[in-house]
Nanobody, 127 residues
Framework: QVQLVESGGGVVQAGGSLRLSCTVS????????IGWFRQAPGKDREFVAA????????????YYAGSVKGRFTISRDNAKSTIYLQMSSLQPDDTGVYYC????????????????WGQGTQVTVST
């Protein structure tokens, strides 16, 4: 069974930082792209960042939405089967529910490319 469990959300002032965690089923953690998405109230869910294996070697490529590039960093801890999203210089526009998701078949950054989703964690950035 594929499971993704997010944690780490909260309330932070503008300019602050948060780190989100996503614990992923060990069976897919090392081989499938894992992405972070967010959904603000009244808006569609959007891509934030993703990490995917580069070829057959041990390295992973990282991908970011333009709106978060340079402020957010995606990383992993293989021993804990956990993907992190370090968020810095947070702004009110970053407010929303953040989801991690697994892409089982075809690489992509669209919501429809991802097959399994966590329950989400709320991030609120106040002015």
């Amino acid at each position: 069974q594929v499971q993704l469990v997010e944690s780490g959300g909260g309330v932070v002032q503008a300019g602050g930082s948060l780190r989100l965690s996503c614990t992923v089923s060990e069976a897919i953690f090392k081989n499938k792209p894992i992405g972070w998405f967010r959904q603000a109230p009244g808006k569609d869910r959007e891509f934030v960042a993703a990490e995917a294996k580069s070829g057959s070697g041990p390295h992973y490529g990282t991908y970011y939405a333009g709106s978060v590039k340079g402020r957010f960093t995606i990383s992993r801890d293989n021993a804990k089967s956990t993907i992190y999203l370090q968020m810095s210089s947070l702004q009110p526009d970053d407010t929303g529910v953040y989801y991690c998701a697994a892409n089982m078949y075809n690489w992509g950054t669209a919501v429809t490319d991802y097959n399994y989703w966590g329950q989400g964690t709320q991030v609120t950035v106040s002015t």
